[in-house]
């Protein structure tokens, strides 16, 4: 009987409050967090299939990656407002993951606790760093070696 | 008698292995991601720093780390479009399976080029 087991739908949408488990003070936040993690993950496929495809497929593959590629690259707003926002996104959909599976196996209070506070720091951390490199790029930094550097930079 | 009942919809099936495999990737990526933006990072501090830690990816060690991580996020997009699709579509959850199977199968086709593509390009081109 195993394999034709049918599963019934739920017969009512109503929860009884003895199985609510929260007060309305918490908000919609789970049901936000849920629903973000599914609309950036259909951006994501856009922005990391085409990030890898340029990066690892395009012409000599890894062996084009150096400082005059990047520079290349986000010398075009529209890698810099692509890298942007995958940056934010990425970051923000896999902290948000990472957030679940801990609570999920982080039993004690304390542990949870610490742990998210590692976790958000981090991601606080790389995309604040993440972006001021995007914005902040010298393509031509002034005393490096012009050989390293794209074609456009004037020469010295 | 063991706690953990045998034969159930869930255990050990299409439903908890996708799910394993969901989440297993998705914190490989997280942890590359972190790593990925510092060593970028090294772009603000000077060519030669960038240009030097590249350089030491560059080898068939690391392209078959660099196949790894492709695959794990080829994997994590296709689930993650499955999941999408169960929680939207009104057939998803009837269709989970076969669902994974497509995932499987789509994988495959996007792998199978990729590898050859990338690894022909680590192993022979370049420097
Ligand atoms: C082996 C595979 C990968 C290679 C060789 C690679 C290479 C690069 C390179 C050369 C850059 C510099 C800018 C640019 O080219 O746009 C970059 C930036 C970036 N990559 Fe990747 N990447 C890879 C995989 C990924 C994956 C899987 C993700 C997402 C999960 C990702 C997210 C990013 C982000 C967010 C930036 C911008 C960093 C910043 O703001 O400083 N990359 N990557
Ligand atoms: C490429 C496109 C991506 C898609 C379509 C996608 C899709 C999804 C979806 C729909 C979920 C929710 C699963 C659920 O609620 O059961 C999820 C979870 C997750 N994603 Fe992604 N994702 C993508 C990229 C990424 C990236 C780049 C990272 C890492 C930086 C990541 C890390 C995670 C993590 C850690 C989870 C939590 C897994 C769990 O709770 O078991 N994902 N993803």
New binding site residues.
């Given amino acids: 009987m195993a394999a034709t087991t049918e599963i019934q739908a739920p017969r009512s949408g109503r929860i009884a409050p003895e199985y609510n488990r929260h007060g309305s003070s918490r908000g919609n936040f789970e049901m936000f967090a849920?629903l973000f993690?599914?609309v950036s993950?259909?951006v994501?496929?856009v922005l990391?299939?085409g990030h890898l495809f340029v990066n690892l497929m395009v012409g000599e593959g890894v062996h084009a990656i150096d400082f005059g590629f990047v520079a290349g690259k986000w010398a075009d707003p529209f890698w810099q407002v692509w890298d942007l926002a995958m940056l934010w996104l990425?970051?923000l959909?896999?902290t948000n993951?990472?957030r679940?599976?801990i609570n999920d196996y982080a039993e004690k209070d304390g542990t949870r606790f610490w742990l998210k506070a590692v976790l958000y720091a981090a991601t606080a951390v790389i995309i604040v760093l993440g972006t001021l490199v995007i914005f902040t790029f010298d393509p031509c930094p002034p005393n490096a070696a012009a050989d390293l550097l794209p074609s456009f930079c004037p020469a010295p | 008698m063991s706690k953990t009942p045998a034969g159930t919809l869930y255990r050990g099936r299409e439903g908890m292995w996708s799910?394993v495999g969901?989440?297993v990737t998705?914190?490989a990526?997280?942890f590359f991601?972190l790593v990925h933006v510092l060593d970028t990072a090294l772009v603000r501090v000077s060519p030669e720093a960038y240009n030097v830690v590249i350089n030491t990816y560059k080898n068939p060690i690391m392209a078959l780390l660099e196949a790894g991580l492709v695959a794990a996020?080829v994997f994590?997009?296709f689930n993650?479009?499955r999941?999408?699709l169960v929680d939207f579509w009104k057939k998803g959850p009837k269709y989970q399976a076969k669902l994974l199977w497509g995932v499987i199968g789509l994988w495959v086709v996007v792998m199978v080029p990729f590898l050859i593509r990338h690894l022909t390009l680590a192993f022979t081109g370049g420097h």
């Fill in positions: 849920w993690m599914r993950g259909l994501l496929v990391v299939f990425a970051m959909h896999g993951g990472v679940t599976i | 799910w969901h989440r998705g914190v990526i997280f991601l996020i994590h997009a993650g479009l999941v999408i």
